[in-house]
């Protein structure tokens, strides 16, 4: 026997449910089945007791999902009930749920440190076959969190049922590069996985649905799941490069002497791979330009590159595995900055479609770019940054890097026949 809370006018109270199985609904094309299914506490189709009835939405079996434990709790309330006691809910769905970097990123969703600590949100984790009984692990540790703004936990192997009617997409689960692996392989690997989670997000998620892809190659995943995605704008898809500034922001605060929040404007131009660009020439630190402050040009042009791009390779080498607390940091930061006004004369680097951008770069690409938000999730590109030489020359090898992963990759954007031409192995360390 499970719970279900019951709202009557003498206020809500906590009745038995007889133990049911929630469905997972129905793939819209020929899907392999889970391998197992999470047991539910409500059985949506006998909701009634002394003749008050829960308004839970009357639900085809197709149409329904898998849930967690208490999280199948069903809560009854009126339209005016619900203005009063929370927000509308935020739907999240994170893939990749039971690896390293999502075992930290959760417990900060669930928290409330991303989206408020005013904002109730429904966690929905995308995993395999092979790692289901692994996210089980992980909804059981969400619920015994207890956090009150955790409203639900599904779980499930389909794109199709789990994105359904998401408002933020964490694309984090991808195929590590093996051995010998070229990046071309890896390119086409890993494109097809973007390629279904596009068409997934296409046909079930919300028209408005915010896409951050992390799993890489990051930058050119994104655009595949945005060429599988036209019913969501191009705008709203996003490749994480917000760990690259994160370590550049850190470089410049150490070489200067000053603590970390001192340092702004920090951009990440390109690609999340060794042709990436940090960006000294538009930082501040403490208001000030980067190069008034630390006078040592060839540190900069050299050195702090170099650091910045060979950080995480730093990190194995100490830690012996790839950053994954430091990346879910990156991913809490990278939505915050999206739904929290951008301070006054600041911006953040994020991968962005750069159709329309007005520096010069190519278009039909994900390149990132300096951007500023007014909090709604929207963000418009920076407009008084400065370029030279030095920095365009690095921002068009980045950019004829991108063009040349587009071209691998045209048979899974719509364009064509792939034709791969990587003269060089780019891979940032850590990624092997």
């Not at 370590?247 to 970390?260: D, E, I, N």
């Not at 190069?291 to 900069?300: A, H, Q, S």
Request: charged share 25%.
């Amino acid at each position: 026997m499970g719970l279900s809370t019951v709202y009557s006018p003498a206020g809500p109270r906590l009745v038995p449910a007889p133990l049911g199985r929630c469905r997972s609904a129905q793939p819209r094309r020929p899907r392999r089945a889970p391998l197992a299914t999470v047991r539910c506490s409500v059985d949506a189709t006998k909701q009634a007791q002394d003749g008050v009835a829960t308004a839970v939405a009357t639900e085809a079996p197709a149409s329904r999902k898998e849930c967690f434990g208490v999280f199948c709790t069903t809560y009854d309330l009126k339209a005016e009930d619900k203005t009063k006691s929370w927000k509308k809910l935020v739907n999240v769905a994170v893939s990749g749920a039971a690896g390293m970097i999502s075992n930290h990123l959760l417990f900060k969703l669930a928290s409330g440190e991303v989206f408020g600590q005013d904002q109730p949100i429904p966690l929905k984790l995308l995993g395999s076959e092979r790692s289901f009984q692994a996210l089980e692990g992980v909804a059981m540790e969400l619920e015994d969190s207890l956090y009150p703004l955790l409203r639900e936990v599904s779980i499930g192997i389909d794109p199709y049922v789990v994105f359904q009617d998401v408002d933020w997409a964490l694309l984090i689960g991808a195929k590590p590069r093996g051995p010998g692996m070229e990046r071309a392989a890896l390119l086409d690997i890993n494109g097809q996985i973007f390629a279904d989670q596009g068409k997934a997000l296409n046909a079930v998620a919300s028209r408005n649905a915010k896409v951050l892809v992390v799993g890489n190659p990051c930058n050119t995943n994104a655009l595949i799941c945005l060429k599988n995605a036209p019913n969501i704008p191009a705008k709203n898809f996003h490749a994480l490069t917000r760990l690259d500034e994160n370590r550049a922001k850190c470089q410049l605060a150490l070489k200067a002497g000053v603590f970390y929040d001192k340092v702004s404007n920090v951009t990440i131009w390109g690609n999340h791979s060794t042709t990436q660009v940090p960006d000294f020439l538009n930082a501040k630190i403490d208001g000030r330009p980067v190069k008034e402050v630390i006078k040592d040009t060839k540190w900069l042009e050299e050195e702090f590159t170099l650091t910045v791009q060979k950080r995480g390779g730093v990190l194995i080498q100490k830690w012996g595995r790839s950053s994954a607390a430091s990346t879910a940091v990156s991913i809490v930061d990278a939505i915050r900055s999206l739904v929290t006004p951008t301070p006054e004369g600041d911006w953040f680097s994020t991968g962005v479609y750069t159709t329309g951008n007005p520096y010069g770069i190519a278009e039909d690409i994900m390149f990132s770019m300096p951007c500023r938000s007014k909090g709604d999730g929207d963000y418009e590109l920076a407009s008084d940054v400065l370029m030279d030489d030095f920095l365009w020359e690095r921002i068009k090898k980045s950019e004829a890097e991108l063009l040349a992963e587009k071209k691998c990759v045209a048979h899974l954007t719509g364009e064509g026949n792939a034709f791969c031409d990587l003269p060089e192995d780019t891979m940032l360390p850590g990624e092997v």
